[in-house]
Antibody, heavy 119, light 106 residues
Framework: EVQLVESGGGLVQPGGSLRLSCVAS????????MGWVRQVPGKGLVWVSR????????NYADSVRGRFTISRDNAKNTLYLQMNSLRAEDTAIFYC????????????WGQGTQVTVSS | SYELTQPLSVSVALGQTATITCGGN??????VHWYQQKPGQAPVLVIY???KRPSGIPERFSGSNSGNTATLTISRAQAGDEADYYC?????????FGGGTKVTVL
């Protein structure tokens, strides 16, 4: 069974940093692109970033480029999102998701971790 | 940047057919994917590559894509189909989601 478990969310002050983690199990992590999607409760889904299977290629939404860094540790089956210079508008639930092979869509999602940026 | 337009809400009578549209410039040449999200839960992929259903998704869910509009159709709607539905494409190295459509089953 595919499982994605996020952690690392919490309350942080504006300008602060946070690192999210997503531990994957139930599939061969090293062969899949992975991504992060966020959602303000009651609002829509917003894509954040994606990374290829070996970590050598990444994409970012304009709203986070230069502030967020996606990475992965294939030995630990873990995906990361390092978030710096956080703003109030980054407050959201952050989901880790697996991309389907050969198509940019997300076939498995974690349950999400809440990030709140507030003073 | 590429934009996807969905109606805010769609209502359907129990057992009838719901149609959710996703508009985008020449969307017919792109792969469109659809997600269902129930309150307090993570999204679930219900249609990928315009028309394909992942394992475990009922045949009542179907998709089409042509011209400037992609469509998700829910046949024989059930109470359990009440949810938000999002379309999604890949464009210019960016994942784009539609704004979402709330489906209410009456």
């Amino acid at each position: 069974e595919v499982q994605l478990v996020e952690s690392g969310g919490g309350l942080v002050q504006p300008g602060g940093s946070l690192r999210l983690s997503c531990v994957a199990s139930g599939f061969t992590f090293t062969t899949y692109w992975m991504g992060w999607v966020r959602q303000v409760p009651g609002k829509g889904l917003v894509w954040v970033s994606r990374i290829n299977s070996d970590g050598s290629s990444t994409n970012y939404a304009d709203s986070v480029r230069g502030r967020f860094t996606i990475s992965r540790d294939n030995a630990k089956n873990t995906l990361y999102l390092q978030m710096n210079s956080l703003r109030a508008e980054d407050t959201a639930i952050f989901y880790c998701a697996r991309e389907m092979s050969a198509v940019v869509s997300f076939d498995y999602w974690g349950q999400g971790t809440q990030v709140t940026v507030s003073s | 940047s590429y934009e996807l337009t969905q109606p805010l809400s769609v209502s359907v009578a129990l057992g009838q057919t719901a149609t959710i549209t996703c508009g985008g410039n020449n969307i017919g040449i792109k792969n469109v994917h659809w997600y269902q999200q129930k309150p307090g839960q993570a999204p679930v992929l219900v249609i990928y590559r315009d028309t394909k259903r992942p394992s475990g998704i009922p045949e009542r869910f179907s998709g089409s894509n042509s011209g400037n509009t992609a469509t998700l159709t829910i046949s024989r709607a059930q109470a359990g189909d009440e949810a938000d539905y999002y379309c999604q494409v890949w464009d210019s190295s960016t994942v784009v989601f539609g704004g979402g459509t709330k489906v209410t089953v009456l």
